[in-house]
């Protein structure tokens, strides 16, 4: 791929983004509304939320659907997760936040789990606050799940590692991650490149944009560097331009760290060399004098008894 080939393709065009560009109970949205029966979602961290959110949203922080590394959860602790925060997956849901990507991640995630509406706030919540919309504590999920998520999963969307191994040719792939990981300058995986044939379409370069980006047309499959990542780069494409796209959640870490996948761009990072420890022969153990002396006297009795036999013997062979 020619390098600068994605940033081509933010060929944009007047106006800014709006519930349109996304489909039919899934899109951006720059404003509330007054929708008495839509749950507002807060994904900012606990302590933001509880102190102070919109008024009546629910908590809901993205670090709760993620483990070490930012692994994701199983997709069945996730509905069960989701049941903790009331919700069944019949709901219109408003997501709101700070940080886009952890925004996007969580909506990326209720669209997915079949959540009926998500629309997504492009409108920060201390700029809300600041503006004087209504405000109060968040309500913080139950310990128990209060409610099952019942909905359907959008599983069709959600496309798995080996599926792409193994799939001749390869579906289209938009990369989300920064250009220099994109040809391999910059690793956080086992090693660096991109997936064979990938186009690069940055989400930076995305969110950056001053208005609706032309995207290319068709089915695409997205991914960034990991869930958290790839998810909100979807929801990014999805709910925020109208593309076509379906997500590869794990990413780049996954298809890094399968040696026998092939990729592009591919480079590897330098080993990190640590100095030997020195090797220094272990100081003697310490001994009292007592053990010492005893160690000595008995170094010398052995000496007088080899020299004793030593002179018997040569006067043994003086006599004959």
Do not use: N
Not at 1 to 9: D, E
Not at 27 to 33: G, L, N, P, Q, T
Not at 208 to 233: C, F, M, N, R, W
Not at 275 to 288: K, N, Q, R, Y
């Amino acid at each position: 791929m020619i390098r600068g080939a994605g940033a081509l393709m933010l060929s944009l065009a007047a106006g800014g983004v709006s519930a349109a560009a996304g489909e039919a109970g899934f899109s951006y949205v720059r404003a509330m509304d007054s929708a008495a029966a839509r749950v507002i979602v807060d994904v900012r961290p606990r302590a933001a939320c509880e102190g102070r959110t919109v008024s009546g949203a629910r908590c809901l922080p993205a670090a709760d659907f993620l483990g070490p590394h930012r692994r994701l959860a199983s997709w069945r602790d996730i509905l069960w997760l989701l049941g903790t925060a009331g919700l069944r997956g019949d709901e219109s849901v408003l997501v709101i936040g700070e940080e886009p990507t952890a925004r996007d991640f969580v909506a990326g995630l209720l669209h997915l789990a079949g959540q009926r509406e998500v629309r997504v706030l492009t409108e920060p919540v201390p700029r809300l606050l600041a503006a004087g919309t209504a405000a109060g504590a968040g309500r913080p999920r139950d310990f128990a799940r209060a409610v099952v998520f019942e909905a359907p999963m959008r599983d069709a969307l959600v496309v798995m590692g080996s599926e792409l191994a193994a799939a001749k040719p390869l579906p289209a792939l938009l990369d989300g991650r920064a250009s220099a990981e994109y040809w391999g300058e910059i690793a956080r995986a086992s090693r660096a490149g991109h997936l064979p044939g990938a186009i690069s379409l940055p989400a930076a370069e995305l969110r950056a944009a001053a208005g609706q980006a032309t995207l290319p047309e068709g089915k695409s499959v997205a991914y960034g560097h990991d869930a958290l990542e790839g998810i909100a780069y979807f929801t990014l494409l999805r709910a925020g331009h109208g593309v076509d796209a379906r997500v590869y959640p794990e990413g780049w870490a996954e298809w890094a760290a399968h040696g026998d996948w092939p990729a592009d761009a591919v480079s590897y990072p330098e080993a990190v060399h640590r100095p030997a420890a020195a090797v220094t022969a272990a100081p003697p153990a310490p001994t009292s004098p007592g053990s010492l002396t005893a160690g000595a006297l008995m170094g010398a009795l052995g000496l007088a008894a080899i020299a004793f036999a030593a002179g018997l013997g040569v006067g043994r062979c003086g006599r004959g």
